[in-house]
Each structure stands twice: as C-alpha cells, then as structure tokens.
C-alpha cells in the first residue's frame, strides 16, 4: 500500500517537467524585465538627436538619415496608400493618377494630426504619401520615420514657389524631406447674411465668442490651431507662447465661449455646416471657406460666404506638407504621385474644382484668382500671397514640456469641466 | 371569463375600469406601441432618406437612386471605400463566429461539467469579460497590440479579429450554459451506458439538444461583430481594416450624406437575410425543435 | 439536477481505491458529486480540455492585456518620441506619478475631471431607471398580454439587436438636426429651433435609453414569460388586488432578471463615448470620451490607461455584486 504522501512517479515526473520549463522562461522574463530606458543609449546617429527646432530666425538643414531613392528606380503596382486629412483632396485628381499610372490608391484619412503622427509613429498606418504639418518634421525625421526625398523624381518643383526649393523653407533647408502641399491662413468665416462685412471687420475674432451668435459658433477640434487664435484674440502676438499665464488665459476664455455660447469643437463645420445655415461663425483656415462654395445648398449664392483675417502681421499663415514616410512599400510610386500633385494643371485641378486650398504655384497669380471667379469675390480675403510669409506669424514646432502644457490645457478644455 | 361583479361595484365608467381585474391593459398597450414605434421609426426615416436626390439626411427634397447607384463618385455602387468597408465588416464577423461560437460552446460544457476551483475562476473570468465596458477590453487590447505584442501581431484585421473574438466568447458560453442547466447530465450517461465513448456521447447526445442555444449564440455574435465599433476601430489601421461601423462614425461626425444611410441599410437587409435564412434553416433541419435559443440569453 | 443511481462498476471502484486522497478531497469540497455516484468515468482532463482554448483566449485577450494596461499606466512616456507609451512590465519599477496626477484630478485643485464622472453617473442612471420603469412596461404587456400580436411584437423587440447601434443613434442625429423632422414637429408649438445635438444632457441620456433598452426587455421578458398564471390567480384568489399581485408576486419572480438587465445596461454605459461623440458635445462629455480623448493625445498614453484603471474600480463593484448573485442563483438552482 503506498502510503499517501509519496507522490507518484508520473507526479513526480510532472513537476519536474514543469519546473524544467519554467525555469527558462522565468529567466529569460527576468532578463525582459530591465528598466526600459536604463540600455546604453546609441540610437541610430547622435546627429539625429541634437536637430534644433526651426524657426524663420534659426533655419534648420534636416540630415539625410539614408540615401535618396535611385532615379531609375522601376515604379511600383502599388496600391498607393495615402494619409491624408479627411476631405482634403480631390477624388478626380486622384482617379487621374490612378489611370496615368494603372495603380491603386488607398486613401486613408485623419480627422486631427495627432492622431494622424500617433498612427504612423506606432506603425497602425504605414503609407506611401503622409500629409504633416511643418512642426512635427524634425520628430519625425529624428526618429528615422521619413526618407529623403530624390529631387530628380519630382521635377514639378519648378512649378512652385522659389523660395520653396532655392535656398528652401525655414524647417527643411533644400527641401531634403518635404515638398508644400497647400498655403493657407488663419481668419474667422462667417455668414454674410447674419453678419454684415464691417461688423465682421470691427469684431474680428469676437466674432467667435459673441453672445449673439450662440449655438451657431465653431472652433477647430485641434489644439494648436484654437489655442492659438484665441491668444490672438486676448492680444497677445505669441502664438507660440511658452507662458504658462498666456496659456491658461487661453484656456479661460475658450471653456468660456463654449459654456456660455455653445461653441463646438468641430474639423469640418467651415465646410459641411456654415454654407448650410448651421453656423454663423466658424474658425477657419482660408482654404476651408474658398472650398465651402461647393457645399452650397441649392439655389444659394456664394455671396453669404465671408472671411475675414486680421491685418497684416497680425495674423497667421502656415502650410502642408507632402512627405514619403520610410515605411512606404511603393517609394517610387510615391515620389510620382508628389510630382503629379505639384503639376500644374493637377494641382491647380485640384485647388480649383473641389479642395479650396490653394497651393504656392507661380503660375497662380492671386488677383486673377478673383477676376476668373476662383475665388468668390467676397472671399478676396481668403487667397495667399508670397509675401505674407514674410510679415505674418507662423507657429512653430513647442518644445516638449510647453506643448505639454497646451495639450494639458485642451484636456481641460475636452473633458468639458 | 366573467367578469366578477359585486353588487357594490358595477364596473362600470372610468372607476370602474380600475377595478376590473380583467380590464384590458391599455396603458401598457399604449406604453409599448409607443415603444416600438419610437425604437422603429427612426430607423425607417433613415432607410427612407437613403434614397433622398438631395444631399441633406434630414430635410427631404424628392426620391432618387442617386446614393444607391446614380452618383458616380459617391454612391454605394461606385465607392469603392463603403464596398471595401462592408467586405471586411462580413470577413470579420463570419470569423468571430467561426471561432467563437465553438470555443465557447465548448468552454460552457466543460464548465458546467468540471467541477473545482480552476473551473469556478475560469467560469468567473468569462462573465467577468461579459460585463466589462467595451471601452476598457478595447484600449487594454490596443495598449497590448502596440506595445507587448507590437511585432508579433501587427494592428490591422487580424488585430480587430482577435479582439471581437475576445469581445463575443463570452455569449455563446452564456447562451449554452443556461441551456445545459436545464439538461444535465442523464442524456449523455445514458448513451454511455449503452455504450458510446464520451466524445460519441457528447457529439450525438449533447450538441444536438443544443443546437437551439447554439443557433441563438451564432445569430447574435454574428449581429453584434457586425455592429462592434469600439474594438474594431480602436484596433484599426489603415483603410483596409475600416469597418462600416467606423465609417458610419465617421460620416456622422462630419459631413453625413445619404451614402451613409444606404450603406447602413444594406447591412440592415444583408443581416435581416443572414438571420432569417439561419432560423429557417435551422427550423427545416431540426424538424421541430423549440426555437427558444433568444429567451436562453435571458437566463444568467 | 435529478441524481441517476446507478450501479458502481468495477473499473470504478478500483479507480477510487487507488486515488482516495483525490476522492476524499472532492466528496468534501461538491455536495452534489454526481459523477462519482453515477459510475460515469470521464478521464481527469477530459473536462479540462474543452475549457482550455477558451481559457487560453481569456487569458491571452483579456488578463495579458489588462496587465499591460497596468504596466503603462504605471510606466512612463518617450518625450522624444511623439510622447509614445513606455511600458514597464516588472512591477518593481512601477510609477506611480502619472496614475496619482490622473487621481488627483477627479477631486483635488482644478479637479478637471470632476463634471464628466458626475455626468456620467448622472447620465447612467437616469438611463437606466427609465430603461428599467420603461423597459419592465413593454416587457409585462408582451409577456401577459399580448397573445394575438406577441410573435410580431417579439420580432420588433429583438430587431434592434441586428440593427448597428450606431446606425440608430446615427439615425437620430439626422431627426434632431436643426432643420430635421422633429424640429419641424415643434416648430407649430414654438421650439422649433431647438438645437438638440449641441450638448444637451436630455439628448445623451435618451439616446443612451435608445441604445440600451433592448437589452433590458429581453431578461425581463423572459422571466415574465415564464411565470405560471396559476401563481398570480393564487395571488389574486388569496385577496390581493391587482397591483398587490405585481408588487408580491410578479416583481419578486423577476427579480433575478432585473437585476442581470440592470448590469447589461449598465455597465456598458458607463464606458460609452460614441453617443456623447454623435449626439453631444465637450459640455455633456463621460468619462468614455475622457479616455478616448487621451487614446489620441500626444503622451497621453499613460493618462489614458490610468483612466482604464479607475473607470474598471469604478465599475467592479457592481460587478463582482452581480457575479455574487449569479453564483447564488446557480447553486440554488
């Protein structure tokens, strides 16, 4: 009779087995489990890690982190996957590059670019073509997360600006990364029926938190973008403050005209909603109004649609970018798919006929805009010039701890306290 | 039935009609057709409006097939993006089923049966993920997606897999375990004693008798993957992982046009065919079985 | 469950003679060890096995990942890198900085986070009283009631089980718009131009009723379906008025389904963020939105899971009451 404590020898062999197995494993977590952050650091180049911000002051060359595609490249089946924000281009023209070239493209969209850069930070969306914003290419860059552009392939850049390409803009001397997609201000549209123009032109960015217009007012669901005209509109000219005051009296007034006036956070209210009649003012980037016109209801004029800016100097102008992250399965399709964009009659297609946004050709000359009835003529306010980017703010890329502190700000803002 | 009327109280008038304990119900009749008809009629405006010529959800302007098939960038028939969406909503919910059903099906016979503690914590991790907000199981799996398991399984289709399967396990095991409560355990020791092997017992004894509650957990895994949007979206990446369910979401949040009316009712009528064609197969090849698998649900 | 007395076999009886530590021990912990009187023999894993890929799915899809959530909440982020989670998965270098800020801002300071957890629990159970008064009205009328009609009246109460959620409240934000039909219902009465998706708590909360009630109905009606006549005419002949029938007998026998149709409703609800999403605004946000809200932040991924965190507390203890009464309506049943 075997007395009960004695384990079997199949028990025995059991545990002895599972011990067997588990040792291994237990050490190798035990190996896993270092402190991330305490390995030696080295990373992919130091020179990477040490890219100053850019400013218009302090222009920055962004170092090639490989070497550009070959020009004789054969050109990929595709399909071309595109990011891009939502409703920002044209589907025709992209059918037109679709034929031109027998490929697929994919277009997925963004409603806000953080989401956007987190996707492609962690690899959720890998595309061939990636729409940024200038503050966000030197991170992405640092962390190897785009690839230098092969200037040969996109011969078009002749179409654009000089500035552009010769000696380049102020984020990427030589344009080493990224070609201009659009230009664009920041201003207020607004209802010409409900609004007349000088009441328009005496409130300026009031208009957004005026009592009368309550329930019809809409900001921008982005931080950067709200917080930064809103310091505009308590006075100050820092739209890159790093004041923590300036921010938090930012922050104040925007729950306030959201409390009180039921102002929305939307993306698209300048276009889906204000031709409508939903809104009677929105926030908005000039592109966004000159688009509105093809989302009239019909029998409605595009004489309601008003913009206004503030003066020069006062107000902002920035502009998207078009990159090819290093992700991307079809570089070479992507590089066409850039240079067919900033051809001429593409791009201009594409301004003209459906995205409102006007990209920096020399060959669009600002006051024909108007005369060939591109641009309506109440919305003369809303076309881009050269040398707006000379007199006019532009937001820049925040220093980590501050753009902590603006997001920590629109935290509040979103939870709605 | 007569009515009992006392001498006293003629049930009679407007009095009268509260004391008669047969009185016809209508305020409870009222309550629920008011009911239906508030759960329905949205649903039907919004059918309706699909097939609006104009551009608005909500002010009509005249009938047309213009979102249908006229339009010919944004109609159902020359979207691509809506047709490529409605393909993986089906992928991803004929898989969750697939994978789902049976493994639940089995865990709730082999927890109704097993007896021990491992069994009882197993038994009160799969309620446990029954109840829990979908919001929590959607960002764990993503946390877990982009950070432990970021190069093994990449985020995308087979990601949004996992997690409906996840998501749904736990219905068929609710569904099959209040069916196997009301079974217990003679059928299938009767087949033994007659000499069939477990396995034989379980595969011609015990699935067959719940087959009704396995029909029910199939119907509604299969209707609920196709309307997950919390799990499928947080999970997404990239247009081919897009789901109907995200695109309508994102139409509704910024410029909704009649597309997406239509599209949501060709999912409406292709899972009304789904359903349908399930219980009348099931009726033809049960041969009379009582359909009572939805009720099951209601068992916990 | 009835018990089958059969006869114990030999192979049995050797089986048990050999292991008795293992018999003694089992005949303790079940009073109701069927198995070992009825003679079936079963191999020790065979009830294991089917649990297993079961078993092996929540643990790899539902604990793994919640243990992530507490290693990022508990870890850190990469400012240099877009803010992105750094999770640290050995519990000894646990932070708890982040997780503490999170906690602090639901009641210390600017406690921004105060409003939407009130909110949401303002919301939650507004919802789901009238989910509940509601849904045990339709589900009584079509249980007791409803003999001609009950099969189509059953058909209509499931469908919004395979209609998309999101396709209803979708439906509803095209009917509340401000030139929709029911703005143009009111306008005779005057509120016409009542903007009813701008961020009003009625909206969010009938809209939540909307989405939840099926849900409700079904348990309800079940266990209504399945009270015998002949207990509320018992009722009834002892001298009890109708409403005292309901109130003593009816409500009791259904109580057990309440209670599983509170939970369902429930539960989910204090996670929902897309209603809010459709048919609300920043004024009338939950804590769901709060959640998703950092999902998408930059560095909000630490912040995001530690709201997982609080939201699952907030949440447990309901649920583990609920398990506690499911696991006593299994035992005594």
């Known amino acids: 009779m075997r007395h009960p404590k004695d384990i079997s020898r199949r028990q025995f062999l059991t545990r002895a087995g599972g011990a067997a197995i588990a040792m291994p494993s237990l050490a190798a977590i035990l ?15 130091s020179a990477l890690d040490n890219i100053p911000i850019a400013t218009l002051d302090n222009p920055v060359t962004l170092p090639p982190t490989q070497d550009p595609i070959a020009a004789d490249t054969p050109i990929e089946s595709g399909p071309l996957v595109l990011y891009n924000w939502a409703d920002y281009i044209y ?56 690839q230098p552009l092969q200037h040969d ?93 300036v921010i938090d009296a930012a922050k104040q007034a925007i729950l306030q005209t959201i409390n009180d006036n039921q102002a929305r956070l939307t993306i698209n209210g300048v276009y889906a909603k204000l031709p409508a009649g939903d809104y009677t003012v929105a926030e908005a980037w000039s592109g966004d109004i000159v688009g509105a016109q093809w989302y009239l209801p019909n029998g409605v004029g595009t004489d309601i649609l008003g913009y206004w800016k503030p003066e020069d100097g006062k107000t902002m102008i920035g502009n998207d970018l078009l990159v090819v992250p290093t992700v991307s399965q079809n570089p070479r399709l992507a590089h066409e798919f850039i240079n067919f964009m900033l051809d001429e009659k593409e791009g201009t297609e594409n301004f003209t006929q459906w995205n409102g946004y006007q990209p920096p050709f020399t060959s669009i000359q600002p006051d024909t805009l108007v005369k060939d009835g591109i641009v309506p003529d109440t919305l003369t306010s809303a076309v881009v010039t050269e040398d707006m980017f000379k007199k006019d703010l532009t937001p820049y890329e925040l220093p980590p701890e501050i753009d902590q502190l603006w997001l920590d700000a629109w935290t509040e803002i979103k939870a709605g306290a | 039935m007569s009515v009992a009327v006392t001498p006293e109280t003629p049930a009679r008038g407007f009095r009268g009609y509260f004391r008669n304990p047969w009185r016809k119900p209508r305020f409870l009749q009222a309550t629920t057709i008011g009911y239906l008809l508030w759960s329905m009629l949205p649903v039907l405006i919004a059918v309706i409006f699909s097939f609006n010529e104009g551009r608005s959800r909500a002010a009509w302007q005249s009938f047309g097939l213009r979102w249908w098939t006229a339009d010919p960038t944004d109609s159902l028939l020359h979207d691509a993006e809506i047709r490529a969406a409605m393909v993986q909503t089906f992928r991803l919910s004929i898989l969750t089923v697939i994978i789902a059903v049976p493994l639940g099906t089995l865990f709730a016979i082999g927890i ?14 799969m309620l446990l993920s029954f109840v829990v907000p979908e919001i929590i199981l959607g960002v764990s799996l993503y946390i877990l997606f982009t950070s432990l398991f970021k190069n093994i399984i990449p985020l995308g289709t087979n990601a949004q897999l996992l997690g409906l399967v996840a998501y749904q396990v736990s219905y068929p095991v609710i569904i099959v375990r209040a069916r196997l409560l009301s ?80 599209a949501a009712t060709m999912m409406l009528v292709t899972t009304l065919l789904v359903i349908t064609g399930g219980v009348l197969f099931y009726k033809k090849f049960s041969k009379g079985q009582e359909l009572g698998g939805a009720t099951d649900f209601a068992q916990l | ?81 877009f803010g992105t989670a750094v999770p640290y998965y050995a519990p000894w270098w646990w932070s708890f900085n982040t997780f503490n800020t999170t906690l602090k801002q639901f009641y210390v300071g600017s406690h921004i986070y105060q409003a939407p957890l009130f909110r949401t629990f303002e919301y939650v159970i507004a919802a789901s009283i009238i989910c509940l008064v509601l849904g045990y009205a339709v589900a009584y009328y079509t249980a007791r ?25 979708y439906a509803w934000q095209g009917l509340l718009d401000t030139d929709g039909p029911i703005n143009k219902i009111l306008a005779p009465i005057g509120f016409g131009h009542t903007n009813f998706l701008e961020g009003k708590s009625i909206t969010i909360i009938l809209g939540l009723v909307y989405g939840y009630i099926p849900f409700m109905i079904l348990p309800i009606y079940a266990s209504l379906d399945r009270i015998q006549e002949s207990l509320l005419e018992a009722g009834r002949d002892l001298g009890g008025s109708g409403a005292q029938t309901f109130w003593r007998v009816t409500l009791p026998l259904s109580r057990p389904a309440i209670l599983a149709g509170i939970v369902i409703v429930t539960l989910p609800m204090f996670g929902d963020y897309y209603t809010n999403d459709l048919l609300g605004s920043t004024k009338t946000s939950m804590f769901g939105n709060l959640i998703s809200q950092q999902t998408e932040a ?36």
């Open chain 1, 91 to 146: 589907k025709k023209v992209v059918a037109d590059f679709e034929d031109k070239f027998g490929v697929d493209v994919q277009i997925t969209t963004f409603n806000n670019l953080e989401e956007g850069i987190q996707k492609v930070v962690n690899g959720q969306v890998t595309p061939d073509v990636f729409v940024p914003t200038p503050g966000y290419l030197r991170r992405l860059v640092a962390k190897d997360l785009l």
């Open chain 3, 1 to 81: 469950m009835p018990e089958i007395a059969t006869e114990t076999t030999a192979p049995v009886e050797q089986e048990q003679a050999e292991e008795p530590r293992r018999r003694r021990r089992r005949r303790r912990d079940h009073p109701d060890a069927s198995e070992e009187r009825s003679g079936v023999w079963y191999p020790r894993w065979y009830w294991p096995s089917f649990v297993a890929p079961g078993a092996l799915a929540l643990i790899f899809l539902f604990i793994l990942p919640f243990y992530v959530v507490f290693s990022v909440a508990f870890g850190t982020v990469d400012f240099n890198n």
């Open chain 2, 183 to 262: 079974i217990g355990p003679e059928y299938e020791e009767a087949a033994m004693d007659l000499g069939s092997t477990p396995n034989q017992a379980i595969r011609r004894v015990l699935l067959p008798l719940l087959t009704p509650a396995i029909f029910a957990s199939i119907a509604l895994v299969f209707a609920d993957s196709v309307d997950d949007f919390v799990t499928v979206q947080a999970l997404s990446a990239g247009s081919t992982s897009q789901t109907l369910a995200m695109k309508i979401y994102s139409a509704a949040r910024s410029s909704p046009t009649p597309e997406v009316n239509a």
């Open chain 1, 153 to 245: 392939l996109i011969p078009n850049m002749s179409n654009v600006w000089p500035s552009y390409s010769n000696p380049g803009p102020y984020y990427d001397l030589g344009w080493n990364y990224s070609v201009p997609y659009t230009i664009y201000t920041w201003g207020v549209a607004y209802n010409r029926d409900r609004v007349p123009d000088d009441s328009a032109a005496q409130q300026g960015w009031e208009m957004l938190w005026n009592h009368d217009y309550a329930g019809e007012i809409s900001l921008y669901d982005s931080y950067g973008d709200t917080i930064a005209i809103t310091i505009l509109r308590n006075g100050s000219l820092d739209v890159n403050t790093q004041d923590p005051q």
């Open chain 2, 112 to 125: 109704d049966r097993w007896h021990g503690r491992p069994a009882r914590t197993a038994n009160f991790t």
């Open chain 3, 298 to 333: 930059t560095a909000g991924a630490t912040r995001a899971a530690s709201l997982v965190l609080i939201l699952s507390v907030i949440v447990l203890v309901p649920m583990m009451y609920y398990l506690r009464e499911t696991k006593r309506q299994v035992e005594q049943a």
């Open chain 3, 145 to 169: 009631f409803a003999t001609r009609y009950k099969g189509l009246i059953l058909i209509l109460l499931v469908s919004p089980f395979w209609i998309s959620y999101l396709m209803r409240i």
């Open chain 1, 31 to 45: 190996a896993a489990c270092t402190k991330p952050g305490s390995e030696t650091p080295g990373g992919s180049g």
